[in-house]
């Protein structure tokens, strides 16, 4: 007995040891992770930017201590890192041009659009872009095209082969499983309830979505045109033949890449280009790196600052518990504070949104018009501010869209499931007793009458109305106008310049001289709102179970997630979050 307690008195000191032990070393990690990550970078000469663009694309970037710590096969960017960092790169002597090594990133053509025109302004210095892929994507090449000289590996692919939008329906799954779903909507083009209740595409949806991809590969084909001096005819003709499947000769002999290159010869080759020989060490930066060298830009002393506050993500539903999510009360209490602000001078709402709670948008339209009455607000859309993402923007003394961008979508719906099918599936029945006559309302066991959804569609029509006469107001323009256009259906940002939903086409960067030209400033501070939240912030903020789980879904199910996102967001939505003004859940478009 007493060496059984001698053991276990071991075995327990063992383990507070190991314990305090491990506990030390985490935090000596942590702290040392921190350090690093705010450690200035030196650049030495004849350095060279790398953008390793393998991952997913977000409007703005975000440190994850959990990523960090639990390590991550799936990496994510910040645009406003990769345009900053492209910013830096060409202001700084010591680095002679930028690398992009073209992997697989998710994004937008909209936010493609915008690194490449940040690509473009640099070449302007006189400095090189070189790009290399073993496997173009479409929108990597989109983006890649610009550079002096686009390499492929010899045994490599470079895929051209044109837009396509592939929507996935539910219906026959909701069937087979017995849920119904309730649809309340107005807007011909309001195309956002087809997943539930059809299987293919309305006339009304397929219009829209084949006057969409056709202005987006519209714009590929232009940018892609001017970079290669290749003909528009003659681009849609590669992409007709699948050039993909040929070998990587082919490729050159079109004039779509410069030079077949292996990977391992590229350093050589970009060491030549600085005038390096092959024994020299060449000063490599990464997007991590080049986020912590110093910008090099004069303190203003004025105290003026123009802000730019970033929304972006659903409005109140689905992600709205994560960081891509736009939290209406949040966002209402930060922009009550920009405007009370007397430093701040003006405010660029930059919008990625496709909406959400029209409730939500709702209250974000009232803080933006408040706002409006003591300083200019200039809205900058990014991938899309469509339905609510347009909602918050119509309002502003200006509209600022990418060609690509996805906007409109003025329309609003409603959608409640009847479970009663499902229920009688499994042999579950329900009954009810009730004081007034709507007392049960809201119960999804069974189908809503026909009062109750008078009243929902009533309530819908109404959140129309409203939604119509708050763009018409902001943009100048009669509510029969705005319906001429509106009934949910999407435009790209070219279309809505030409129908007055947007006044000027460009970037964040334009949205800025607009805003410090309306402040009437000559000195300025550019500040960005929100704060992003520290290291420390976010790990303890952050559920570590949640994380792992969306890592572990995330892997498993890859593209598919987004439409597993789709159905989540069901179980979400809450009285306030009810009618919504949103997109498609997914466009799919490839």
């Known amino acids: ?229 290749l003909p528009i005819d003659s681009l849609n003709a590669y992409a007709d033949r699948m050039l993909m499947m040929f070998p990587a000769e082919e490729t050159l002999k079109c004039g779509l890449v410069d030079t077949l290159m292996y990977k391992n010869d590229v350093r050589n080759y970009l060491k030549s280009m600085v005038g390096l020989t092959e024994d020299d060490r060449m000063p490599v930066l990464s997007l991590s790196d080049m986020v912590n060298v110093k910008k090099n830009v004069p303190k203003d002393k004025s105290g003026n600052i123009i802000a730019v506050y970033y929304a972006y993500g659903d409005i109140d539903t689905g992600t709205s518990r994560s960081e891509e999510g736009i939290i209406s009360k949040d966002v209402i209490s930060d922009l009550r504070k920009l405007k009370d602000d007397d430093d701040v001078k003006a405010v660029v709402l930059r919008v990625n949104s496709p909406g959400g709670s029209a409730y939500g948008s709702e209250q974000i339209w009232k803080a933006i018009e408040d706002m409006k009455t003591k300083k200019p607000v200039i809205v900058s859309m990014g991938a899309y501010a469509a339905s609510g993402g347009y909602y918050i923007s119509c309002n502003a003394d200006t509209i600022v869209a990418e060609p690509s961008t996805l906007t409109g979508s003025i329309g609003v719906f409603g959608m409640i499931p009847n479970t009663a099918g499902l229920m009688k599936k499994i042999g579950v029945s329900f009954d009810a007793v009730k004081t007034n006559k709507f007392s049960d309302f809201g119960n999804l066991t069974r189908a809503l009458n026909n009062d109750e959804k008078g009243l929902l569609q009533m309530m819908v029509n109404d959140q129309y109305e409203s939604f119509v006469g708050r763009c018409a107001a902001g943009r100048g323009m009669s509510v029969e106008d705005i319906k001429k256009i509106a009934e949910g259906r999407v435009w790209t940002g070219v279309r809505a310049k030409e129908l007055g939903l947007v006044d000027v086409l460009g970037g964040l960067d334009t949205a800025l001289e607009i805003a410090i030209q309306k402040a009437n400033v000559e000195g300025y501070t550019v500040v960005s709102y929100p704060a992003k939240k520290s290291f420390f912030e976010i790990l303890f903020d952050t559920n570590p179970g949640n994380y792992i789980k969306a890592q572990m879904v995330q892997s498993e199910l890859g593209e598919w997630n987004e439409y597993y996102k789709d159905l989540s967001r069901l179980k979400e939505m809450k009285q306030e979050t009810m009618i919504q003004a949103r997109l498609p859940f997914y466009l799919n478009v490839k």
């Open 1 to 229: 007995m007493k060496d059984f307690f001698k053991f276990t008195l071991a075995t327990v000191t063992g383990i507070i040891l190991s314990s305090i032990v491990m506990f030390i070393i985490g935090i000596i990690t942590l702290f040392g992770m921190v350090t690093a990550s705010e450690t200035e970078t030196q650049v030495k000469k004849n350095s060279i930017m790398m953008l390793n663009l393998e991952g997913s694309l977000l409007e703005r970037s975000q440190d994850n201590p959990w990523e960090q710590l639990l390590g991550s096969d799936y990496s994510t960017y910040g645009l406003d890192d990769i345009l900053s960092s492209i910013q830096k790169a060409k202001e700084n002597e010591s680095i002679k041009g930028i690398y992009i090594q073209a992997g697989y990133l998710g994004a937008s053509t909209a936010d493609l659009l915008a690194i490449r025109g940040a690509l473009a302004d640099f070449r302007k210095s006189g400095k090189f872009i070189v790009a290399y892929a073993d496997q173009y994507t479409q929108g990597l090449y989109y983006l890649s095209s610009v550079a002096d000289k686009v390499l492929l590996n010899p045994k490599g692919m470079l895929e051209w082969r044109g837009l396509a939008s592939t929507p996935v329906f539910y219906k026959d799954l909701l069937d087979k499983i017995g849920i119904e779903m309730q649809i309340f909507k107005v807007g011909t083009y309001k195309s956002a309830v087809e997943p539930f209740i059809a299987t293919e595409m309305s006339d009304a949806n397929r219009e829209q979505i084949t006057q969409y991809i056709g202005d987006v590969w519209s714009e590929i084909l232009k940018g892609v045109s001017d970079s290669r001096k």
